[in-house]
C-alpha cells in the first residue's frame, strides 16, 4: 500500500509563496500522473496542477501563470511552488498519484483511482 505524506502548508499574506512537497512512503513507483488538488470549506475538491511520468503539465485556469508543479523522479517526490498567493487560494491541498494505467490529465486534474496524501492546509491572508 502506498501511502503519500504532503507538507509544507502554512500561512501568508496574499503576494506571499508556498511550496507543497509529496513523498511517497513504503515503496518507490512511478505513477502514471501526479498532482495537487485542494478544497476550500463548502467547496468541491478540485484539481489544480498535474504532472505525467514524461513530464507534461497541466494547470486549471485558477492557477495558471502562478503555480509551478515539478516532480524528482530519483526522489519520486512532488513539488508545488506556489506564487503570488491570493486569498481565494485558502484551501487543504492533497496531493495524489494514479494507482492504474487507466487515466488522462486535463486541466490540471490526474483523473482515474488515486492514492492521496492527508492533506495540508494552505491560509492565505488579505
Known amino acids: 500500500q502506498v501511502h503519500l505524506v504532503d507538507s509544507g502548508g502554512g500561512s501568508v499574506q496574499a503576494g506571499g509563496s508556498l511550496r507543497l512537497s509529496c513523498v511517497p512512503s513504503?515503496?518507490?513507483?512511478?505513477?502514471?500522473?501526479m498532482g495537487w488538488f485542494r478544497q476550500a470549506p463548502g467547496k468541491e475538491r478540485e484539481g489544480v496542477a498535474g504532472i505525467t511520468r514524461h513530464g507534461t503539465t497541466s494547470y486549471s485556469d485558477s492557477v495558471k501563470g502562478r503555480f509551478t508543479i515539478s516532480k524528482d523522479n530519483a526522489k519520486n517526490t512532488l513539488y508545488l511552488q506556489m506564487n503570488s498567493l491570493k486569498p481565494e487560494d485558502t484551501a487543504m491541498y492533497y496531493c495524489a498519484a494514479t494507482r492504474t494505467e487507466l487515466w488522462a490529465l486535463s486541466g490540471g486534474t490526474c483523473s482515474g483511482d488515486k492514492h492521496w496524501g492527508q492533506g495540508t492546509q494552505v491560509t492565505v491572508s488579505s
Open positions: 513504503g515503496y518507490t513507483y512511478s505513477s502514471g500522473c
